[in-house]
């Protein structure tokens, strides 16, 4: 008898059959199992049948997918790969309407499989879909499944997009120009102009030349179609040659695209799914790197004309006062106006900004508020020249710095990050958005200034306390510009400082032999506190996206524990669930006897391939997997900080190990701090409640040092 580890209990099913209740060998050669299969319902011919999972997406089975095969799974006998590609390439060329219709609606279906689609393009197949579109003669749902079924064989890299007709380009983006053409057809033919864009540096110039930013604008009105279309602009935004990004972007301002993204995206009236927000960080972050060039420059002190900029500052500060007419005196005043400005220089404040980042692009800054913000301009150079030396809080040193910190903080240069969704409403209200956020963020400095009673030496510190309360403003995720206001209001210095040591109690351990002895006393039961709510966590279950070459096409599953603690259930989804999945509905399950460990980053299967580029540092932070019996394993991308935490803990605690992440770290002094300083309340009796304080369940109700959003 062969190991119980290498024995798959399955059933198969057949059209008009009674299902056979079989075991496989792990260790048989599939080809036989089949054979032994076809022989149970007297099929002939076993080299012409193979075997598909019934359910979910009913993927082929193959030597190298077999081990995913779990205890129960039900099976489906059918026709080989290589007999279903020739089957419908056939159908799709017949001249019956409906029956071409049905061949390409099956083969739509079938081209997520990698093992079809393999078989489907060694027999020319995807020429045959071009010259179908090229054509011109397929419309409505008959188009629809073409396009889906070319996407979908063109997603697996089997074929190069360079092969790609400059005949089929202009028939895709003939759909996109026209102005009544099916959502389902629209859409796809979006997509793989997308697809083109990111994967050919030829077909970007082609396609380029045929999709204008006012027609993809035009779509943006559609609900349906918002996200291909801007996903379709942030793709020949990124590969645009550096030359053409600014012409790109003045084209984009003018068209309106901001304001159109405003009013019917982010103040439509749907929620928000995350493939958009995805897209609409994408647009931030490839906004903000238009500003990387200013930010890299260095100043040249010999160019008269940035010079002048200068020279307008103090202008602009000082009412234009009339200059004496000795050259002595002359530079004696503008040494003295420099230095009253804020210069580190006073003699030739142009040194100040030699330095990358931020070079040139705070200058900027500077200009855009003596010219945009004259009012508070002035105020912030006079208020602060006229302040006793020790106190004054320099304006240029200030800018520069300030402008060095927005650059850090908004990671303006780096590239999208996969998986990231932190796009900020408030810089799609503004057309100056950059700007007006160093306006508001230079009246802040001001102000901590002024509450630090800061002098020179303190300039470090309060740089430090102006990037917290700008962080942690930027966490609450205004609305707008001035809803960013309001809120950096309310993180006034004493408010920080508030903050820093409600945080600093809950991780003090206080030195005091009582006080550690009380926290060693506490920390076992509340420990167990928190591993019974990651617990809890796990039987709720948790959705996890499925990442594949195409973000817009999203593909969910979900994982939850049973409430024995006994079985991890999972399965595919549709859509992304609004609440609870039954354990029903999640036909695949692992024991937890089965589990061996967890790993997680680099050391998960599904990461070891992955490259270390800088869009996949996200998706790496947040992959685990379980490793369980016989040598398989259940890959996780976690959908944020908080999730990929409470299930990495959850399973070790699942599995008796250490809960290590920085969230239980967190959880735990919180909640210990909590707990001392109600029994430090009474210093008399400091015998241990029956009842701890509860462990918060959602990321929204933790007030602690991280934030995960």
Same mark, same amino acid.
């Given at each position: 008898?062969?190991?119980h580890?290498d024995?798959v209990?399955?059933a198969i099913?057949?059209p &008009?059959?009674?299902?056979?209740?079989?075991?496989?060998?792990q260790k048989?050669?599939?080809?036989?199992?089949?054979r032994?299969?076809?022989d &149970?319902?007297?099929?002939s011919?076993?080299? $012409?049948?193979a075997?598909?999972?019934?359910?979910?997406? %009913?993927?082929y089975?193959?030597?190298?997918?077999?081990?995913?095969m779990?205890n129960?799974?039900?099976? /489906?006998?059918a026709?080989?790969? +290589?007999?279903a +590609?020739?089957?419908?390439?056939?159908?799709?060329?017949?001249?019956?309407?409906?029956?071409r219709?049905?061949?390409?609606?099956?083969?739509?279906?079938?081209?997520?499989?990698?093992?079809?689609?393999?078989? !489907?393009?060694?027999m020319e197949?995807i020429?045959?879909l071009?010259?179908?579109?090229?054509s011109?003669t397929h419309?409505?749902?008959?188009?629809?499944?073409t396009?889906?079924?070319?996407?979908?064989l063109m997603?697996?890299?089997?074929?190069?997009w360079?092969?790609?007709?400059?005949?089929f380009?202009?028939?895709?983006?003939g759909y996109?120009n026209q102005?009544?053409?099916d959502?389902?057809?629209l859409?796809?033919?979006?997509?793989?102009?997308?697809?083109?864009?990111?994967?050919?540096?030829?077909l970007?110039?082609?396609?380029? $030349?045929?999709?204008?930013? &006012?027609?993809?604008?035009?779509?943006?009105?559609n609900?349906?179609?918002?996200?291909?279309?801007?996903?379709?602009?942030?793709?020949?935004?990124?590969?645009?040659?550096?030359?053409?990004r %600014?012409e790109m972007?003045?084209?984009?301002?003018?068209?309106?695209?901001r304001s159109?993204?405003?009013?019917h995206v982010?103040?439509?009236?749907?929620?928000?799914? +995350?493939?958009m927000?995805?897209?609409?960080?994408?647009l931030?972050v #490839?906004?903000?790197?238009?500003l990387?060039?200013?930010m890299?420059?260095?100043m040249?002190?010999?160019? %008269?004309?940035?010079?002048?900029?200068?020279?307008?500052?103090r202008r602009?500060?000082f009412?234009?006062?009339?200059?004496?007419?000795?050259?002595?005196k002359?530079k004696a005043m503008?040494?003295?106006?420099?230095?009253?400005l804020?210069?580190?220089?006073?003699?030739?404040?142009?040194?100040d900004?030699?330095?990358?980042?931020?070079?040139?692009?705070a200058?900027?800054?500077?200009?855009?508020?003596?010219k #945009?913000?004259?009012?508070?301009?002035i105020?912030?150079?006079?208020?602060?020249?006229?302040?006793?030396?020790?106190?004054?809080?320099?304006f240029?040193?200030?800018?520069?710095?300030?402008? /060095?910190?927005?650059?850090e903080?908004?990671?303006?240069?780096?590239?999208?990050?996969?998986?990231? *969704?932190?796009?900020?409403?408030?810089?799609?209200?503004h057309?100056?958005?950059?700007?007006?956020?160093f306006c508001?963020?230079?009246?802040?400095?001001?102000?901590?200034?002024k509450?630090?009673?800061?002098?020179?030496e303190? !300039?470090?510190?309060?740089?430090?306390?102006?990037r917290e309360?700008?962080?942690?403003?930027?966490?609450?995720?205004p609305s707008?510009?001035?809803?960013?206001?309001?809120? #950096? /209001?309310?993180?006034?210095?004493?408010?920080?400082?508030?903050?820093r040591?409600s945080?600093?109690?809950s991780q003090?351990?206080?030195?005091s032999?009582?006080?550690i002895? @009380?926290?060693?006393?506490?920390?076992?039961?509340i420990?167990?506190l928190?591993?019974?709510q /990651? @617990?809890?966590r796990?039987?709720?279950?948790?959705?996890?996206?499925?990442?594949?070459?195409?973000?817009?096409?999203e593909? !969910?599953w979900f994982?939850?524990?049973? #409430?024995?603690?006994k079985v991890?259930?999972?399965?595919?989804?549709?859509?992304?669930p609004? &609440?609870?999945v039954?354990?029903?509905l999640l036909?695949?399950?692992?024991p937890?006897s089965d589990?061996k460990s967890?790993?997680?980053g680099?050391?998960c299967?599904?990461?070891?391939?992955?490259?270390?580029l800088k869009?996949?540092?996200?998706?790496?932070?947040l992959a685990?997997?379980?490793?369980?019996?016989?040598d398989e394993?259940l890959n996780?991308?976690?959908?944020?900080?908080?999730?990929?935490c409470?299930?990495?803990?959850?399973l070790?605690?699942?599995l008796?190990?250490?809960?290590g992440?920085?969230?239980?770290?967190?959880?735990?002094?919180t909640l210990?701090?909590m707990?001392m300083?109600?029994?430090?309340?009474d210093?008399e009796?400091?015998?241990?409640?029956?009842t701890p304080?509860p462990?918060?369940?959602?990321p929204?109700?933790y007030?602690?040092?991280? *934030?995960?959003?």
């Open positions: 008898m062969p190991p580890s024995i209990k399955v099913e057949w &008009g059959a009674n299902a056979q209740l079989i075991e496989i060998d048989k050669p599939l080809s036989s199992i089949i032994e299969v076809c &149970g319902w007297s099929l011919g076993s080299e $012409q049948f075997l598909r999972y019934a359910d979910g997406p %009913q993927l089975i193959t030597e190298q997918s077999r081990s995913e779990k129960g799974t039900i099976l /489906r006998l026709i080989s790969p +290589a007999r +590609a020739r089957q419908l390439l056939d159908r799709i060329q017949s001249h019956g309407i409906d029956a219709l049905e061949a390409l609606k099956e083969l739509a279906k079938l081209s997520a499989d990698p093992t079809f689609a393999t078989e !489907f393009i060694n197949g020429g045959t071009a010259r179908l579109v090229e011109g419309f409505g749902e008959m188009l629809a499944f396009l889906t079924a070319f996407l979908e997603d697996h890299g089997i074929v190069s360079d092969l790609i007709s400059l005949s380009i202009k028939q895709i983006a996109v102005p009544m053409v959502v389902s057809i859409q796809r033919s979006l997509a793989i102009l997308e697809s083109m864009v990111l994967n050919s540096h030829s970007y110039h082609r396609v380029a $030349q045929d999709i204008t930013v &006012g027609q993809l604008i035009g779509h943006l009105s609900q349906e179609i918002q996200t291909y279309a801007i996903a379709l602009i942030n793709a020949l935004f990124l590969k645009a040659p550096e030359d053409r %600014q972007a003045s084209t984009l301002a003018q068209k309106h695209l159109i993204i405003l009013n982010i103040r439509g009236n749907r929620p928000i799914k +995350a493939e927000a995805h897209q609409l960080y994408v931030q #490839l906004t903000f790197n238009l990387e060039e200013r890299m420059t260095k040249d002190p010999s160019d %008269q004309a940035q010079r002048d900029i200068i020279f307008e500052l602009i500060a009412d234009g006062e009339n200059d004496p007419s000795g050259t002595e002359r503008y040494t003295k106006d420099y230095k009253m804020g210069f580190t220089n006073h003699v030739n404040p142009a040194m900004f030699t330095q990358t980042p931020p070079g040139m692009l200058l900027d800054n500077m200009l855009y508020l003596a #945009l913000h004259q009012d508070t301009y105020r912030i150079v006079l208020e602060n020249s006229s302040r006793e030396d020790k106190h004054e809080c320099p240029g040193r200030c800018a520069i710095e300030l402008t /060095r910190m927005l650059c903080i908004l990671q303006v240069g780096e590239l999208p990050n996969e998986g990231c *969704n932190d796009y900020h409403p408030m810089f799609f209200t057309d100056r958005a950059w700007e007006e956020f508001v963020c230079i009246q802040l400095l001001n102000k901590t200034w509450e630090m009673r800061a002098t020179a303190d !300039f470090n510190k309060v740089m430090q306390v102006v309360q700008i962080t942690r403003a930027l966490a609450m995720k707008s510009l001035d809803h960013l206001k309001g809120k #950096l /209001r309310g993180l006034s210095y004493s408010e920080i400082l508030r903050l040591q945080e600093r109690m003090d351990d206080f030195q032999p009582p006080i002895e @009380l926290r060693e006393r506490i920390q076992p039961e420990l167990e928190i591993k019974q /990651r @617990l809890n796990l039987c709720e279950g948790s959705c996890f996206r499925k990442l594949g070459n195409r973000r817009r096409q593909k !969910f994982c939850r524990l049973s #409430l024995n603690h991890l259930h999972y399965g595919d989804l549709d859509e992304s609004q &609440g609870e039954p354990l029903e036909t695949d399950k692992i937890v589990i967890v790993v997680t680099k050391d299967p599904h990461m070891k391939e992955k490259s270390a869009q996949n540092k996200e998706v790496l932070e685990f997997s379980v490793l369980h019996d016989p394993n996780f991308v976690a959908p944020n900080k908080y999730e990929y409470v299930w990495t803990d959850g070790c605690a699942l008796g190990r250490e809960m992440s920085d969230l239980t770290r967190s959880d735990l002094d210990i701090s707990e300083k109600l029994r430090l309340l210093l009796n400091i015998a241990i409640p029956e304080p462990v918060p369940k959602e929204s109700t007030n602690f040092t991280y *934030n995960y959003g």
